[in-house]
């Protein structure tokens, strides 16, 4: 195809895909409370699975998963490279996800992300760090997993990083055992960090419009087998190691393809 064709063809994929995830985060926000109303925490959750595996199906995201999920209720801490991930944020139980609070009331996303009872941080605010704390600690001991990202942000997807040990000491002190997840993208496309200092949302936009234009996007995720921390700092960087050890191919490579600073 010539190079006008190809423009056309990717937009009109990209236009297709949209309209179909705005329908699938209508379809989950309307749907999710009444079938855990209905039928339960576990009938919802495996609604959920079934919406995130339509939603894969729509943005042709191809998740390559090496490990396994934990048996047991855990705290699931991954890093994190895209705004795709929240399409990989789910365990085999019900499962907690912590996400910033900028994006509650964002159309559709946030309106889904509220009816799967997201836990809602402010970023920039220690305080409201520390209160999710008891939230995810109390929701692993009730038989429910957490995931949540160490990093606060996305990141280049290069290299984690900076990681908060907050968590990692929560966890030890709760005795709750955590898995690491390394999350890896095969297009660099995917990988996303912006300063948020100015023109966040219309750059944002911009590069969720250009992930709609790609063909496929593969991802490759890897669990680390559950572990009760008894140390948080040895904790913190046996999981810096351990996603630097998944993204060991990329570390040559140039920094994400949509980075914004000032």
């Known amino acids: 195809l010539g190079q006008p064709k190809r423009i056309l063809m990717s ?58 999920l934990p048996d047991e209720p855990s705290i699931l801490l991954g890093n994190h490279p895209s705004y795709l991930d929240i399409f990989l944020c789910y365990d085999r139980r ?38 999710i704390v008891p939230c995810i600690i109390d929701a692993v001991k009730a038989q429910r ?3 949540l990202f160490p990093e606060g942000r996305t990141t280049d997807g290069v290299l984690p990083s900076t990681v908060r040990v907050g968590m990692f000491k929560a966890a030890a002190e709760a005795g709750v055992p955590v898995t690491y997840v390394g999350i890896r993208y095969g297009n660099r496309k995917a990988a996303y960090f912006h300063d948020l200092k100015g023109g966040f949302v219309p750059h944002l936009l911009r ?17 680390s087998r559950p572990q009760r921390l008894t140390c948080p700092e040895l904790g913190m960087r046996r999981f810096e190691n351990f996603v630097r050890w998944h993204l060991r191919r990329d570390v040559p490579l140039q920094p994400a393809h949509a980075v914004y600073r000032g």
């Open 145 to 147: 997993s957490a995931f």
């Open 207 to 223: 590069h969720l419009w250009s992930l709609l234009c790609e063909p496929q996007i593969e991802v490759s995720l890897r669990y």
């Open 94 to 131: 019900p499962t907690a996800i912590v996400a910033a609070r900028e994006f509650k009331w964002f159309p559709f996303v946030g309106w889904a992300a509220q009816a799967i009872g997201t836990v809602w941080v402010h970023r920039k605010c220690p305080e409201s760090r520390k209160q």
């Open 11 to 68: 937009s009109l994929r990209a236009i297709w895909r949209l309209s179909a995830a705005c329908w699938l985060f209508a379809v989950l926000a309307l749907s999710l409370p009444l079938i855990r109303l209905v039928g339960g925490p576990r009938r919802a959750h495996r609604f959920f699975l079934g919406w995130i595996g339509a939603m894969h199906r729509t943005l042709n995201l191809k998740v390559e998963r090496i490990g396994e």
